[in-house]
């Protein structure tokens, strides 16, 4: 056997095992979480809020958290989008000739990514006493939008700069705007890498606890302002697991297991709401 | 040359320490077909991109001299760049269509213009389909994503969005270069054809294309124009030496 034919061999094993490796542990996790959580989800658990005991393994629910959980998210996701497909397409449309400088910006914005979330939530609280605000569904939002704009910003880049010069020619020769020329036909070629990042934002906003632990707070109520503490079902799971009792941890579980559904049925619509979109792509 | 469309003078360009196009002097004639000629490299889609000032979208671009366009200079015009690319289609060397059905590839250039009138733009939509000739082929299906069509039809429907905003100029780069022979025949043909309303100026690689359709040549080597002039003049009678290895195909 040569040595090329080695080479393949050890990557093709390698690629193989790799594959498994990742499955397996995300079935695993995924098994667990359903395992143990889907006991627990019933009809009252999805839609009541806490009753007295319930920390106790009583009767209640965590419809505070679901609730607060989709503002927050839904709250940061939308505020992010606002703030970063501007910025994204500058980077890519406007910019162009200044490749330095956008290499300067994506540079902060991926060190940004790094950061913990915890960083965020204490930049937040830090923020929130300066002002005199208290913990609130208002502060966890803008908390959570300065913690997913770089992962949107970037994700929206990524797709953007792959758009080739010849179409960005293309459209400035017919006559159109930089701001034209971003709008209707960058965003268009990219809807689909667009909405891929949104959801990867809306994921980690959904799902972070740590950004939201100072600022957001945690109430049993279902807020009606922005300027009330809100529930979150990251911090319910947190509070929960962290229970001597076992109800209450299988409810933690439980709660893992709504989390994971919010997500799945967000992502699949904006899957559908894209292929709308993506016959129009073109593939250079 | 009397009343040129396009007159260059002292063009010279830098991108970053390299000099590109050097001391570039050149009369384009208006409703003729200009050929630019010249191995790869010499700065042939350079030159062709500084006529809408495309270059301006490279890092560190310098230009100098003059490019007066119907007595205008437009390096240093204080007009909208947006008006000045207006008047010239451009024809790149492959389609790059815009994401969207081929119906709102034809309006696109239409509507940014504020045309926006349903019953104008269906009959501008069809007009230019029928003068590329694309309009029996895709009559049915304008609704469709123009990235369905083949590359041949691709090409056509970026020349005909072009033309719907209504340039005086086409610059075309090697408009032909990814297209079959069928596809290629029908982009010259329609040069030709189009020459009579518009200044057309084609780089092209290929000589016997260059000899078909050509009114006026410029041959340019390393940045360099070495040899203008009418087409006839051009191919039976070189005067410099590059030029005649180049017809004789020493060099690409
Ligand atoms: N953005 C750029 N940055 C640096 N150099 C460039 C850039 N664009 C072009 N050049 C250089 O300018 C010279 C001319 O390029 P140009 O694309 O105009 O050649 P061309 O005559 O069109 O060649 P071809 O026939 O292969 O298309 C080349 O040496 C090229 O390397
Ligand atoms: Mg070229």
Redesign the interface.
């Known amino acids: 056997m040569n040595i090329k034919k080695i080479e393949e061999r050890f990557f093709r094993v390698l690629m193989f095992c790799s594959t498994v490796i990742i499955a397996t542990t995300l079935m695993l996790i995924i098994f667990s979480i359903l395992y143990k959580g889907l006991p627990s989800v019933s009809w009252e658990m999805l839609t009541s809020t806490p009753k007295g005991g319930f920390y106790f393994g009583k009767g209640g629910g965590v419809l505070n958290a679901i609730i607060g959980s989709l503002y927050l998210s839904l709250g940061a996701t939308f505020l992010a989008f606002l703030f970063g497909l501007p910025l994204a397409l500058y980077m890519n449309v406007h910019l ?5 400088l956008v290499n300067g910006i994506r540079f902060v914005l991926d060190l940004l990514w790094g950061v913990p979330s915890i960083v965020y939530g204490a930049f937040g609280f830090t923020i929130m006493i300066f002002f005199g605000i208290r913990a609130s569904l208002l502060a966890g939002i803008i908390t959570v939008t300065l913690f997913i704009i770089p992962i949107m910003v970037r994700g929206m880049d990524e797709v953007l700069k792959s758009v ?14 930089q701001a ?1 020329t971003s709008y ?2 960058y965003l ?2 990219c809807i689909p890498g667009v909405i891929t990042a949104i959801l990867l934002s809306f994921g980690r906003a959904i799902g972070d606890a740590a950004s939201i632990l100072f600022t957001t707070g945690y109430t049993d109520y279902i807020p009606t302002s922005l300027n009330q503490p809100t529930a979150t079902l990251p911090l319910a799971i947190f509070f929960q697991l962290s229970s001597p009792i076992v109800e209450v941890q299988n409810r933690a579980y439980a709660s893992a297991v709504i989390l994971v559904t919010i997500i799945l049925i967000i992502s699949i619509l904006a899957r559908v709401f894209s292929s709308k979109f993506h ?6 | 040359m009397e009343n040129p469309k396009i007159a260059i003078s002292d063009l010279n360009l830098f991108i970053g320490k390299q000099h590109i196009l050097k001391n570039i002097n050149a009369e384009i004639p208006s409703k003729k077909i200009t050929v630019i000629l010249g191995p790869s490299g010499c700065g042939k889609t350079t030159l062709l ?1 500084s006529l ?1 000032r ?1 270059t ?4 560190d ?1 310098k230009v100098s001299g003059s490019i007066m366009i119907d007595n205008e200079d437009i390096l240093t015009t204080k007009r909208d760049i ?2 000045i ?2 008047k ?3 024809l ?3 389609p ?6 081929i119906y709102n590839n034809i309006a ?2 239409l509507r ?2 504020g045309r926006k009138n349903k019953r104008f733009l269906d009959k501008r939509v069809e007009h230019y389909l029928r003068q590329v000739n694309l309009w029996e082929e895709v009559k049915d299906r304008l609704r469709d ?3 369905a069509l083949s590359i041949g039809q691709q090409q056509r429907l ?1 020349l005909a ?2 033309l719907a ?1 209504d340039p005086d100029i086409i ?1 075309a780069d090697e408009p032909t270069s990814a297209l079959d022979p069928i596809s290629s025949q029908t982009i010259e043909e329609k040069f030709i054809e189009l020459k009579n309303n518009y200044t057309i100026i084609l780089v092209t690689h290929i000589l016997r294309q260059a000899r078909r359709i050509a009114d006026h040549v410029i041959f340019m080597y390393l940045g360099e124009i070495i040899e203008q002039g009418p087409a006839a003049q051009i191919f039976e009678n070189p005067q410099e030496e590059k030029t005649k290895s180049y017809f004789q195909g020493m060099f690409y």
């Open positions: 162009i000739k200044h490749q330095k080739p010069r010849g179409l960005l020619e293309s459209s400035l020769s017919l006559g159109s705007t034209e209707r036909v268009k070629q016959k129009n792509k073109i593939n250079f | 991109k809408n495309l301006d979208l490279n890092t671009v947006t008006d690319r207006k010239m289609g451009l790149a060397q492959r790059y269509p815009l994401p969207m059905n696109y250039g940014i213009s994503p123009a990235a970026c969005r072009g905003v610059l």
